[in-house]
């Protein structure tokens, strides 16, 4: 799943000085990114769930194209496409250059931590798996979830990255944080659903007397 010649801490690296500060579409990063694997972009695409944006719905955004991009991983696609009027998205001026520039030294610090191993977790028929889950993913960050963005942001970038490094310990990983994010969400709607329900008396919930 690498691209086989640069780490993503140096793809980043060039991302910086390809854009220069000016503003971006999510199409303008994707003709960037066409070359490179899969992995890479859904690292790329991640960061912004993971860092706060002010000023974007970065959540629908980034969510949105995460979820097109895994249901074509599912579909067995290797180079991504985006929907015209989600190519068309733009950022604001110089927000993806300084997320990119507050993370490239921290990613370059974890991937001299990173190996391959249980390389299985890496191939390509692990891929449509990964795929389903990262759409699951996709929906959490989408969902207007105060908060709700970094636990499944972190289960696609580790994946991500996980599989760019062949080292399926971080993907697996990157699969306990997506579980952590699915146990959070859940967690959220069926305590909100209760406190409702308490609420509104539904249910057959009785008040104690006054």
């Known amino acids: 799943m690498s691209d086989g010649h640069k780490p993503i801490s140096v793809v980043l690296a060039d991302l910086i000085a390809a854009f220069d500060g000016r503003n971006v579409t999510l199409g303008d990063l994707l003709d960037r990114l066409g070359h490179q694997a899969t992995a890479v972009v859904l690292v790329i695409f991640a960061i912004p769930a993971i ?45 993806l250059q300084r997320m990119l520039a507050w993370l490239v030294p921290k990613l370059a610090w974890l991937e001299s931590w990173m190996r391959p191993r249980m390389a299985w977790l890496s191939r390509d028929g692990a891929l449509r798996l990964h795929g389903l889950f990262v759409f699951v993913m996709a929906v959490l960050i989408a969902l207007p979830i105060p908060f709700g963005n970094v636990l499944p942001g972190l ?6 990255i996980g599989l760019a490094q062949r080292d399926g310990a971080t993907v697996l990983i990157g ?17 909100g659903w209760w406190l409702i329900s308490d609420w509104f008396g539904w249910g057959g919930a009785s008040r104690p007397p006054a």
């Open 51 to 95: 860092i706060p944006t002010p000023g974007i719905p970065a959540g629908m955004i980034f969510g949105s194209a995460l979820a097109v991009f895994s249901l074509q991983l599912v579909a067995g696609g290797r180079e991504f496409l985006l929907p015209k009027r989600l190519a068309r998205t733009a950022l604001p001026q110089g927000l």
């Open 155 to 160: 289960a696609i970038f580790l994946i991500g």
């Open 175 to 191: 699969w306990g944080f997506g579980l952590g994010a699915l146990a959070f969400t859940a967690f959220l709607f069926l305590g």
